[in-house]
């Protein structure tokens, strides 16, 4: 059922633009969120890390609820040692699906085989045409960089998956189309993609709406950005070297002038 459910999504998350809204218009912004990580884009956390517990849950999220739609094409198999999986844990996720081969077997053939750690992603369809022909004309969006592709970025995200609710009674939303406080003309034709209690969480965490659109969305960050936590490392220990050298210069500076009196 759930994999029906999400085949319907024109694009779940409502990423795909104004298409199913009433018309084009402002939504309110999101309300700013805690992230463990700060942010892709704040530039006041060069401290803060990812919580790779919410970055494993967010993946299940993923994978059983969004990647019967959406690809994350810059994702390789491999990249989930990164958030906390063994190397024996990605083996297993990724043998979890069959890829066809690139190169013909000798009769010329494309085989397929049980997927490997260095294997991208599996796209839940052939071609952009097969995903557009099954999502009503339109071919959901990679996730891959949606985070950085957002306005208020996880906020956005996080806003839109609890932002459905029973349409006002001043603001009727035509046959089809799913009341959302954050999307633009708050019309959205992609129907709810997470419900209470939607999955079971390996490690026993009640899977609410507000905690799978906070696991799912940070997870989505970490795939925007996943070299962001040694970036601000490297960041740090700049610093920390510029605060060093600019003591020791100052100290010479001093000595110098000592000297010089």
């Not at 069959?98 to 013909?104: G, L, M």
């Amino acid at each position: 059922m759930r994999r029906l459910r999400t085949l319907i999504l024109a694009g779940v998350l409502g990423l795909t633009g104004a298409a199913g809204a009433l018309a084009a218009g402002d939504a309110p912004v999101p309300p700013a969120q805690e992230w463990s990580h700060g942010g892709v884009n704040s530039p006041f956390s060069m401290f803060k890390t990812f919580d790779r517990a919410s970055l494993q849950r967010g993946f299940q999220v993923y994978k059983e609820v969004c990647s019967a739609c959406h690809s994350m094409d810059l994702l390789a198999y491999r990249n989930l040692e990164e958030i906390g999986f063994t190397e024996e844990e990605v083996k297993a996720i990724a043998a979890q699906y069959e890829i066809q081969d690139k190169t013909p077997n000798d009769q010329g053939e494309l085989v397929t085989r049980p997927g490997i750690p260095a294997d991208h992603f599996k796209n839940p369809f052939p071609n952009k045409q097969a995903a557009a022909a099954a999502n009503n004309g339109k071919a959901p969006p990679d996730l891959s960089l949606i985070v950085k592709a957002r306005s208020h970025h996880e906020d956005y995200i996080y806003a839109l998956l609890t932002g459905y609710a029973e349409a006002p009674a001043d603001h009727p939303v035509p046959e089809g189309t799913y009341y959302n406080k954050y999307f633009p003309g708050h019309a959205i034709a992609m129907a709810p993609p997470i419900y209470p209690d939607g999955i079971t969480y390996g490690d026993g965490t009640k899977a609410t709406v507000e905690q799978q659109a906070k696991d799912v969305t940070t997870f989505l960050a970490w795939a925007a950005e996943p070299h962001l936590e040694s970036r601000r490392q490297t960041g740090i220990m700049v610093m920390l070297f510029l605060v060093v050298f600019a003591g020791l210069m100052y100290a010479a500076k001093r000595r110098v002038w000592a000297d010089a009196h």
